[in-house]
């Protein structure tokens, strides 16, 4: 999967495309993560790229033509690929990214184009012209795109096969609308807080039962509109549904 980023802020990127999991997929070849900065596709004499808003209003926006010449450069660059390419903005008032868009996001066998916008936004003929998909991170405003975008490139990239373990991916919170049980290492004592027996007993099925009964005790505890959702999927596989 090939990702370009288009950002004013490629050195945002630099420790994100330098470290661990997302260091090894490059280096193993499952991914690869081109930045780029929209700066220099303009060709205003002074290098800008972000002017004040028609009609008045505060902050700047990045203007249509640096940032369509970058696109239009990135889609040429992805083109030589048979793979459908997605144009992504990230933007607060996107769809609110969650584990199931970051799961179609993975299987989908596309190639990624996320524009990271900084400042008040980008012109929205953009948006238009391109048929771009908005995505936002949460509900909350961020001073740029460029977080956010790592955000939603690490959420896909590792369910990647190949990039993790999968056993740990079928573990984990959210996969089945349940949060991941409790989670112990050595030393077995610490502070007089002693590790569950059942994690040393050795017995599988028994280890197996309490994380489930401790995934279910925790979603009902940290997010009970989650339980609701896993009762509904839960009964329906047991109806055969
Ligand atoms: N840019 C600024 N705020 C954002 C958010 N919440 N999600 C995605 N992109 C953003």
């Known amino acids: 999967m090939k990702f370009i980023v288009l950002t ?18 490059i ?11 929209i700066r220099s596709f303009t060709k205003d004499k002074h290098n800008r790229v ?15 033509e640096p940032l369509s010449a970058a696109i239009d450069y990135s889609i040429e660059k992805l083109s030589y690929e048979n793979k459908k390419i997605e144009i992504i903005y990230m933007s607060p008032r996107g769809k609110v990214l969650n ?10 066998n596309s190639n990624y184009i996320i524009i990271c916008g900084h400042y ?3 012109d929205e003929r953009i948006i238009e012209e391109y048929n771009i998909k908005e995505i936002s991170i949460g509900d909350y ?23 993790i373990n999968e056993e740990s991916l079928l573990e984990e919170s959210h996969t089945n609308n349940l949060l ?6 050595k030393p077995y004592d610490f502070r007089g807080r002693k590790v569950p027996d059942v994690l040393i007993s050795g017995h599988h099925k028994n280890i197996a039962d309490y994380r ?16 609701d959702k896993y009762e509904k999927t839960n009964n329906s596989k047991k109806e055969g549904n």
């Open 27 to 37: 280096e193993k070849g499952l991914i690869s993560i081109e930045v780029i900065d």
């Open 180 to 185: 991941e049980y409790p989670q112990y290492t």
């Open 8 to 25: 004013l802020f490629k050195e945002m990127f630099e420790a994100f495309v330098n470290t661990s999991i997302i260091k090894r997929a």
């Open 212 to 227: 489930k009964q401790e995934s279910i005790r925790i979603t009902k505890k940290f997010r009970p509109d989650l339980i």
């Open 50 to 64: 972000d002017f004040p808003p028609y009609g008045g209003g505060s902050g700047m926006i990045i203007s249509a």
């Open 120 to 122: 008040e936004g980008i």
């Open 99 to 108: 584990y199931n868009i970051s799961k179609q996001m993975a299987s989908s």
């Open 141 to 163: 405003v961020l001073t740029g795109g460029e977080l956010a975008g790592q955000v939603l490139m690490d959420s896909i990239i590792r369910l990647l096969p190949g990039v």
